[in-house]
């Protein structure tokens, strides 16, 4: 790759990681090495599923745990948070693509800092395609991205007490 980009996700509605995802699948077709890093998630959803079925050579791996809105945090928490953010760090040095999701869910819980994730930016070798996703982006973060796409919830039936069902959501 020529030039690599950082580009953001972010939004209340629903698709940032979809979308991550779909980029990724992008850039593994045409045979860029691609890492994702996937912050405050227990379990993979279908769309990591589908590409680890695929066979296509790709790296996920999960950082800590799920938690609920408004929960305190854990040193478990924490540990993960510190040990995804070396871990993209390590892989931004031999992957053309990396994905850094939900790690602005991790910033505005405090589990990162904003001057980690700027340094996340920051540190990015010109050849790395950088995608970060996460609702809650703050201004500094929008304005260091080169690309920001804002997923915006019109309507959704969580409103009126649809769980997220597994292969539509998850």
């Known amino acids: 790759m020529e030039r690599g980009y950082t580009s953001l996700n972010t939004g209340n509605g629903k698709g940032k990681t979809t979308a991550a995802v779909g980029q990724a699948v992008r850039a593994l077709g045409r045979g860029f090495s691609v890492y994702i890093g996937q912050f405050l998630k227990t379990e993979k959803s279908g769309e990591i599923l589908a590409l680890e079925r695929s066979g296509l050579p790709v ?7 799920e938690r609920a809105i408004g929960s305190p945090m854990t040193d478990e928490d924490r540990e993960g948070a510190a040990r995804g953010l ?3 760090t390590a892989a931004m040095k031999d992957h053309d693509m990396v994905v850094a999701d939900e790690i602005i869910v991790a910033l505005s819980t405090g589990l990162l800092s904003v001057s980690e994730v700027k340094g996340l930016i920051e540190g990015k070798g010109n050849s790395t395609e950088l995608i970060l996703t996460g609702r809650g982006a703050t201004e500094e973060i929008i304005a260091m991205a080169d690309v920001v796409t804002e997923m915006v919830e019109v309507k959704h039936h969580y409103r009126s007490g649809v769980a997220a069902r597994d292969g539509i959501e998850r």
């Open 59 to 65: 790296e996920v791996e999960l950082y800590g745990r």
């Open 86 to 88: 070396k871990k993209l």
